[in-house]
Structure formats: C-alpha cells, structure tokens
C-alpha cells in the first residue's frame, strides 16, 4: 500500500475472508532473488452467493480467493520504512524489519466489508 495512487494515507492493507471456500496462488517457479510484488489487477465479483477476488501482481503472481463475506482495512502502520526495502542480493532475515507482520502495531484508517447474504 505504500505506493498505491489510490490510498495515499496508509502504508498497509489487511483482507480478511471469512468462510473461505477457495485460496489459489500461482506464479511461474523461477530461481530468483527476493523480489517486491505489486498489485496490478483486482476484480471483485459476486459467483453463487459467494465473493470472489481475483488479483494479478507483477511481475507473475496471481491470486484467487473465495468465501461467503470479506472484510478490507486500510491501516497506517508503525515502524514501516516510506519505501519498499530493497531486496537484491539479500536474504529474506536481512530484510524482515521492513515488513509487516500479525504483531505489527497500526492504527485503522478505514474498513469496508462485503457479504453475499
């Protein structure tokens, strides 16, 4: 979220989805560095009272999910760097600080929830 036009205000985003029927990830397998992903497709729908997400990431990532609700939470979270870590010729160790991870403290800016009922 940190470089993401559309929420200028937050540094990190949480989707939570709750009845979850299907979680899919695919990317090619290539041997490579650490690598930054970043969202450049999504596609909310709506398929047999279920809501579904598709996201394309770059540079190959994509990911579906499905359940029966999700919720989003924009946040604003503390400690995070401005930018992206930089990750060439790094380990996955040496870069962790940067991220965020379930103890990390933040603050909701916003949150949206959808349901297929």
Known sequence: MRTALQYRTANAA??????LRSFRW???????????S??????????????????GSF??????IEG???DFFLLDA???PEAPPSYP?????????????WD????VLESSSTSSD
């Open 59 to 64: 540079p190959d990532g994509e990911l579906s």
């Open 38 to 55: 970043a969202v450049m497709s999504s596609a909310p729908t709506m398929v047999k009272r279920m809501w579904r997400m598709d996201l």
């Open 104 to 107: 990390s403290v933040c603050t």
């Open 68 to 70: 029966k609700a999700a």
């Open 89 to 101: 010729n790094h380990h996955l160790d040496q870069v962790r600080h940067g991220l965020l991870w």
């Open 78 to 80: 503390q400690g995070v």
């Open 26 to 36: 695919s990317e090619e397998a290539l041997e490579r560095d650490l690598l930054n």
């Open 14 to 19: 949480l989707l939570v989805v709750r009845g």
